[in-house]
């Protein structure tokens, strides 16, 4: 059983900086793809961002480029998401995922099976 426990949310002023982790239980994280995800009050989930296995490679929806950066420590079973310069409209519940075949469909919500309960992200204006 693969289990994700995130954790860094909180409550922070537009500008202002937060990182997120994501801890993985299992013995083969280092193959995984990970995502974070998020979904704001009356909105569908969006893709965030996304890492492969190794590390070497990153995909961030538009909407945060230039502002997130996703990382990982395969020692450490965890991912992050460094989150620079938020906005008002970057608050949402962010859950990390889990795509146990390491595949690169970074984007694609249904790649992953694994999903943590989420933490909440709030950016006051």
């Known amino acids: 059983q693969v289990q994700l426990v995130e954790s860094g949310g909180g409550l922070v002023q537009a500008g202002g900086s937060l990182r997120l982790s994501c801890a993985v239980s299992?013995?083969?994280?280092?193959?995984?793809?990970m995502g974070w995800f998020r979904q704001a009050p009356g909105k569908e989930r969006e893709f965030v961002a996304g890492i492969s296995w190794s590390g070497f490679k990153t995909y961030y929806a538009d909407s945060v480029k230039g502002r997130f950066t996703i990382s990982r420590d395969n020692a450490k079973n965890t991912v992050y998401l460094q989150m620079n310069s938020l906005i008002p409209e970057d608050t949402a519940v962010y859950s990390c995922?889990?795509?146990?075949?390491?595949?690169?469909?970074?984007?694609?919500?249904?790649?992953?099976?694994?999903w943590g309960q989420g933490t909440q992200v709030t950016v006051s204006s």
């Open positions: 995922a889990a795509d146990p075949y390491g595949s690169t469909s970074f984007s694609r919500s249904s790649a992953y099976d694994y």
């Open positions: 299992g013995r083969t994280f280092s193959t995984y793809t």
